[in-house]
């Protein structure tokens, strides 16, 4: 019998991936959408939203485990955070505990570490608690930096990189992942049922100590054929004013805010020793060279790059 799938954020860019790979290891999915979806065999697209009960309840009825992957990275205010991060958390807890399914996947982020330093970071960690509390069989997973095919958020560090230039945050380190990899991760884990019950993983590419922001730019750049990336870490006081003004300038368009400004600024992005997932679970399997290399591919083919 098909085993059945519930998941939010599908149609965003780790949503695609795991969708992707959910259907080709052989789950039925049940998506829930707010915009019309062209059918797609071993998808069931379910119209609503986050903060519709009937749609939550339509999408988990059935399902042998839920995926929650939705949420939000950039809104204006603490109360939007919590809404669509917490707070919409809470209604897929909800509807997962009112259908019977036990199996819960929560993807968060590195950010719910550091509760006090933004909006979206109290928010995630917000949002793990009431995972914690659910009394589902849980496992949260906390991506870092998350790249591939179908990425706007790194897109400018590519486009930049291509013309020899890349501005960065201020010195510190990150760690990195590619879309499928961390789908080959989420897909996993909704079949698991014993060793990741209340875990919480951190998966990145197998880079010991993650990467310096300097050396991840200049990998890119090596991607897109540039053999030397002149690099210039943007100041954190200059960075963090840049996150008032924007919002003066473009408002709701804004890309840089004084909460994004403050978890960019953030010196350490590295995912923690002994938070990686058992090996016989899963273990990154492409080299970060070549997966920067297939994203550079996809964003040329579609004319991004």
């Not at 807890?93 to 006090?116: K, N, P, Q, Y």
């Not at 875990?199 to 030397?228: C, K, L, M, N």
Request: contains cysteine.
């Amino acid at each position: 019998m098909t085993p059945t799938l519930a998941m939010t954020g599908a149609t965003g860019f780790v949503g695609r991936a795991t969708l992707a790979r959910a259907v080709a290891a052989g789950w039925h999915v049940r998506a829930l959408t707010r915009r019309p979806q062209p059918e797609r065999e071993g998808v069931t697209w379910i119209a609503g939203a986050l903060d519709r009960p009937d749609a939550l309840a339509a999408m988990t009825q059935g399902s042998d485990a839920v995926m929650h992957i939705a949420g939000v990275v950039n809104v204006p205010t603490r109360a939007d955070f919590e809404a669509g991060n917490a707070t919409a958390t809470r209604h897929v807890v909800d509807a997962a505990r009112a259908a019977g399914v036990a199996r819960f996947v929560h993807v968060s982020s590195l950010a719910a570490r550091e509760a006090e330093l933004s909006n979206y970071s109290w928010s995630k960690a917000r949002a793990e608690t009431i995972v914690c509390e659910s009394g589902l069989d849980w496992t949260i997973v906390r991506p870092p930096a998350v790249f591939g095919p179908g990425d706007t958020e790194m897109l400018d560090l590519f486009r930049m990189a291509r013309r020899g230039i890349a501005l960065l945050p201020p010195a510190g380190r990150m760690s990195a992942i590619y879309v499928d990899e961390l789908a080959r991760l989420l897909v996993a884990l909704a079949a698991d049922r014993e060793a990741s019950i209340a875990q919480v993983y951190e998966p990145d590419d197998g880079e010991p100590g993650g990467w310096t922001h300097r050396a991840f730019a200049r990998a890119i750049g090596r991607a897109v054929g540039r053999s030397r990336v002149s690099t210039l870490a943007i100041p954190a006081s200059l960075l963090k004013a840049g996150g008032r003004l924007d919002p003066l300038l473009r408002r709701g368009r804004a890309k840089l805010t004084p909460d994004r400004a403050r978890y960019i600024a953030h010196p350490d992005w590295v995912v923690a020793d002994g938070a990686c997932p058992p090996s016989d679970l899963w273990q990154p399997e492409i080299a970060t060279d070549d997966a920067l290399a297939e994203t550079v591919r996809w964003y040329r083919r579609e004319g991004w790059l």
